[in-house]
């Protein structure tokens, strides 16, 4: 399909339909396009795009998301992330890898407003 107007116009409504219906009926429109592809690469690609989205259906709920009122799109997770990782930059800090993400563990604990549910519930 590709960058054609018929392509992007085929995308877009998978798109409204995660949006809008969940992940059912565009999961549906990928395994019949699968089926009607000749070309080899694009059916893997297709294939992939399945595989991908069929163990992830539950974060693909998008209309279950809204009807509890949490927000859909990437922006706060975005912002969170710059804010976290600003947080180890100041002037003259050097982090590993383990401590920078134990550090962002627990910032990101008291940015939910988790870090007393955490301290207090027993840990297995």
Known sequence: MGDTPAAKAWSSARMSEFKHKGAADPLGAIRRLTTRTRSPAKRRSLEQLTNYITP??????YP???ERGWD????????MCKNLTLR?????MKWDAT???N?????SLYEIRQ???Y?????P
Do not use: Y
């Open 56 to 61: 992830r259906l539950d974060m693909l709920a």
């Open 64 to 66: 279950k998301a809204k």
């Open 72 to 79: 859909i799109g990437s922006g706060p997770t975005e912002a």
């Open 88 to 92: 180890l930059k100041h002037s003259g």
């Open 99 to 101: 401590n920078a993400s």
């Open 103 to 107: 550090f962002m563990n627990l910032i």
């Open 115 to 117: 870090v007393t549910a």
């Open 119 to 123: 301290w207090t519930n027993p840990k």
